[in-house]
């Protein structure tokens, strides 16, 4: 009873931290740091609240990160792949870490030109942080026993994050293409993931009524 109670607590732990991760992260990147893109000085000095509640967003997102590689960790620790899995998505969120320390950083200069910058080197540390992510989906794919559609959309957007790195490590005109490579990543990722949320939710809720 207790083992089971302790799984179904897992279940929905990873579930509506996935949920989390996805309004949290959202919110942040499209909103928060679009917003201080598109003005950086007026944001910074006179909307200062959203400044707050986006790095409190990223922290929030980081925090849900290691929650659900602990809950993955234990929920299916008997394969021999989620060992490596755990570490992958735990450098993800160690490298946003690194990623919102730097804006947090930038968001203190007097200059335009040098906050703008700072956000670029959150998007490329962040961006580096998300290949691992993607290696993280393939593994995981491997390894949740969800329906095979779940597991397809879990492996092709984790191979998206993979090449979406690549390309913006190595192509010149990526920023020509930046908005198709985000629906590139973003579809199967939101797809997959988000019923990967719905399916722990699901599991756990089950458990639940079983006992």
């Known amino acids: 009873m207790i ?4 799984e179904k607590r897992m279940f929905l732990t990873s579930g509506v931290s996935y949920f989390f991760i996805f309004f949290l992260a959202i919110y942040a990147n499209f909103f928060v740091i679009e917003a201080i893109k598109n003005a950086p000085l007026e944001v910074i000095y006179s909307q200062s609240n959203i400044i707050k509640l986006g790095v409190t967003a990223l922290v929030l997102t980081i ?5 659900v590689a602990y809950t993955l960790y234990e929920l299916f620790k008997r394969n021999s792949l989620t060992i490596a899995s755990t ?10 870490a690194v990623a919102t320390v730097s804006l947090v950083n930038s968001l203190s200069f007097h200059s335009e030109g040098l906050i703008l910058d700072g956000i670029n080197r959150f998007n490329s540390i962040w961006m580096l942080g998300l290949a691992f992510f993607g290696i993280h989906l393939i593994l995981l794919s491997m390894i949740v026993p969800v329906p095979t559609s779940i597991r397809s959309f879990l492996f092709f957007g984790g191979l998206a994050y993979l090449i979406d790195t ?8 990526y920023s020509d293409y930046a908005f198709s490579l985000l629906l590139f990543v973003a579809i199967p990722t939101i797809v997959g993931e988000f019923s990967l949320a719905v399916w722990f939710i699901k599991q756990g809720i089950q458990s639940k009524a079983a006992q």
């Open 3 to 6: 083992k089971k109670q302790n």
């Open 63 to 67: 925090f849900f990160d290691v929650v």
């Open 166 to 173: 690549i390309l913006h490590l190595t192509f010149s005109a």
């Open 87 to 96: 570490l992958f998505r735990l450098i993800h969120a160690l490298v946003l």
